[in-house]
């Protein structure tokens, strides 16, 4: 038999495929790490006080559809479907939770986490639509 000689190129074309994968993930993570931190960090800020605007507004008309075992957000001014998404997590806690900071911390972390998803979209698009640099750059700027 004759001996097989197997060229050594493909192996290093894949190492450097999987080199370029961990170095993209790697960059990904970090990115996704940055927007996590400036997303969640500092979320009870404020809240020893009662917030005002648009946020008090969404927590009060979603304790009331709790109370009430409806599903009228309300307020009409704005579409549903957040008053809809802020119910579920709303709905564990109870009665004197709803009236406290604890609910307008809940509705700022569903906040945070769309936000935070969002990051990841835009990467996944600015990837598939140019390339990965730009998906990076435009997930980092989102």
């Known amino acids: 038999m004759a001996p097989c000689f197997v060229s050594q190129a493909p192996a290093a074309g894949v190492a450097r495929v999987l080199s370029q994968k961990r170095g993209l993930a790697l960059a990904f ?28 507004l969404f927590v ?8 009430h075992h409806d599903l009228d957000q309300r307020f009409y001014e704005y ?11 709303l709905a564990a806690l109870s009665d004197e939770a709803l009236g406290s900071s604890q609910a307008y911390l809940v509705s700022r972390k569903l906040v945070a986490s769309f936000g935070l998803v969002s990051v990841a979209l835009v990467f996944v698009l600015g990837r598939r639509l140019v390339s990965v640099r730009a998906g990076l750059f435009a997930a980092l700027v989102r």
Do not use: K
């Not at 993570?29 to 648009?54: C, I, K, Q, S, T």
């Open 60 to 67: 009060e008309s979603v304790a009331e559809m709790i109370r």
């Open 79 to 89: 579409p549903g479907l957040f008053f809809h998404l802020l119910r579920v997590p």
């Open 29 to 56: 993570a970090l990115v996704l790490g940055l927007a996590a931190v400036l997303r969640f960090a500092g979320l009870a800020w404020g809240l020893r006080h009662a917030p005002e605007g648009d946020e008090r």
